[in-house]
């Protein structure tokens, strides 16, 4: 295999609606680090919601989370990229954040901190087996970096609610909007930096590593990962992809109800 660094997105393409890794992509996995290939998972997740996945995957592995706000070794403690966001930009995203009724949450490298008990602490709670910090924001800004801010919402109130936040900072922060195969009624809106993306983010890791982006796979299920894709040299989108993403793919696989990441390795190591 000429490629050195394999790419691959959790929630819709690792992981399926009932947080499972099927037998088969664990597998599939195994062979490609067998042949000396490098896996790197890519995540809008916080770093403490991919731990557990990085640990039986990947330990000694870079990874990417926060959609792309961070790049990684976990086991070592080491950053080879971060984005955080500015704090005055944190401290306005508190204020805009009850101004227009929504819950915002913030997320440090190593915390999960929110306002109130919502739908989405008792998901982290249950899915993600992260536990939040209940806390008046106050000037948690000023405490430490916060990587990456969220709003979830899980009704077309809540929904119109968070366009409207988003609308405040338009050009000032970036905001990718994700759902996950577990929750697919939900909207995950993750509110990061201006440029960050998961594609700059595999470009600091593929210099890191030294590996030119052409020897990259990468595969992905979601909007969000339309940059990850276009930067590698093989992109490949799950079959549950949407057609945004499947439009830039060199490769749609099946779905990640059908082990689409190892059909898709497979048929590479054929």
Request: a negative charge; hydrophobic letters at 45%.
């Amino acid at each position: 295999m000429r490629y050195k660094l394999l790419v691959v997105d959790i929630d819709g393409t690792l992981v399926n609606g009932r947080g499972e890794i099927s037998a088969e992509d664990v597998k599939a996995l195994a062979k490609v680090r067998d042949l000396g290939v490098q896996i790197s998972l890519s995540t809008g997740r916080g770093l403490q919601a991919s731990l557990g996945l990085i640990n039986q995957l990947s330990p000694d592995g870079y990874h990417i989370s926060f959609d792309g706000a961070l790049v990684s070794h976990p086991r070592r403690g080491e950053e080879i990229y971060a984005q955080p966001i500015a704090p005055a930009l944190v401290r306005e995203m508190a204020e805009v954040a009850r101004r227009c009724g929504v819950d915002l949450e913030l997320f440090t490298v190593t915390g999960y901190f929110a306002e109130r008990e919502t739908w989405s602490t008792d998901a982290h709670r249950r899915f993600f087996g992260v536990c939040p910090t209940i806390m008046d924001f106050g000037k948690l800004w000023e405490k430490g970096r916060i990587i990456k801010g969220g709003l979830v919402a899980t009704t077309p109130e809540e929904l119109a609610k968070a366009r409207d936040f988003c609308r405040h900072f338009d050009g000032r922060l970036h905001f990718s909007w994700a759902k996950t195969p577990a929750f697919p009624e939900v909207d995950f809106i993750n509110i990061l930096a201006p440029g960050v993306s998961k594609g700059k983010a595999l470009e600091a890791l593929a210099r890191h590593l030294g590996i030119a982006l052409d020897e990259v796979i990468a595969v992905g299920d979601g909007a969000n990962d339309v940059s990850l894709l276009t930067s590698a040299g093989l992109g490949i989108a799950m079959g549950n992809a949407p057609q945004q993403l499947k439009a830039v793919a060199d490769q749609v696989t099946l779905d990640v109800d059908h082990s689409g990441l190892a059909a898709a390795l497979d048929q590479l190591l054929r």
